[in-house]
C-alpha cells in the first residue's frame, strides 16, 4: 500500500507555462516533504522541501505547497523551461524516523518548445 | 568529481550469482541508504547505515545484505540473484545536521537472467 502518491505518470506543458505536479500522502506521521528530479543515466537531485509546519516554500521558479488537512501538496514550476523536462519525484519523511524517505511514483514532466 | 560514485553502472548477470555493487562518498556523511526503482514503484529503501557500527533494515531487505566498510563505503550484496532483482539501485548520502535531503549517487542498472 503506498503511502505516497503520484497519480499523474506524465505531463506536458509548454515552455513558459506554469508546471504543476501533485502528490498525495496517507500517513499523517509524514513530518517533511521532499522533491526530486531526475534525468536519465543520473540520480535523483534534491529540488526543494517543505516542513510540515508550513504551507508554502518557494526557492526562485520552484515553489511547494502542502495542504496537510487534504494530505496534498503540490510542485509550481514558473516558467517552465526545456530544461525541466525530467521526472518529478515526492518524498516524505516520518516524524522521529531519522531520514528514511518514502517516495511516491514519479512524475514524468515534459516541457515542450 | 562526484561526491557519491557507484560501481558498477551497469551489470548483468544470471540467476543465483553472487553480486556486490559498492558505493563511495566523499562528502563526509554520516548516513547511507540503498533504493532500487522499479517501473511504476519509486523508488524503496532496501537498507541503510547511520554509522559504521549501525545497519538497519529497509522496507525490502530480503535477499539482500550490506557491509559498511568505512564511513565512505557501503556495499549491496545479492547473495543469490533472482530475476526480480531486476532493477536500478541508487546509493544515497545524509548529513546528520539540520538539512534533510539526501545525495545519490549515479545509479547502478542491475539485470538478472
Known amino acids: 500500500d503506498q503511502q505516497v502518491k503520484q497519480n499523474s505518470p506524465s505531463l506536458s506543458v509548454q515552455e513558459g507555462r506554469i508546471s504543476i505536479l501533485n502528490c498525495d500522502y496517507t500517513?499523517?506521521?509524514?513530518?517533511?516533504f521532499l522533491w526530486y528530479k531526475k534525468y536519465p543515466a543520473e540520480g535523483p537531485t534534491f529540488l526543494i522541501s517543505i516542513s510540515s509546519i508550513k504551507d508554502k516554500n518557494e526557492d526562485g521558479r520552484f515553489t511547494v505547497f502542502l495542504n496537510k488537512s487534504a494530505k496534498h501538496l503540490s510542485l509550481h514550476i514558473v516558467p517552465s523551461q526545456p530544461g525541466d523536462s525530467a521526472v518529478y519525484f515526492c518524498a516524505a519523511e516520518l516524524s522521529g524516523s531519522a531520514r528514511q524517505l518514502t517516495f511516491g511514483s514519479g512524475t514524468q514532466l515534459t516541457v515542450l518548445p | 568529481d562526484a561526491d557519491v560514485t557507484q560501481t558498477p553502472r551497469n551489470r548483468i548477470t544470471k540467476t543465483g550469482k553472487r553480486i556486490m555493487l559498492e558505493c563511495s562518498q566523499t562528502k563526509g556523511h554520516d548516513r547511507m541508504y540503498w533504493y532500487r526503482q522499479d517501473p511504476g514503484l519509486g523508488l524503496r529503501l532496501i537498507y541503510y547505515s547511520f554509522d559504521v557500527k549501525d545497519i538497519n533494515k529497509g522496507e525490502i531487505s530480503d535477499g539482500y545484505s550490506v557491509s559498511r566498510q568505512a564511513q565512505a563505503k557501503f556495499s549491496l550484496s545479492l547473495e543469490s540473484a533472482i530475476p526480480n532483482q531486476t532493477a536500478l539501485y541508487f546509493c544515497a548520502t545524509s548529513d546528520t545536521g539540520t538539512l534533510n535531503e539526501q545525495f545519490f549517487g549515479p545509479g547502478t542498472r542491475l539485470t538478472v537472467l
Open positions: 500517513n499523517s506521521m509524514f513530518d517533511y
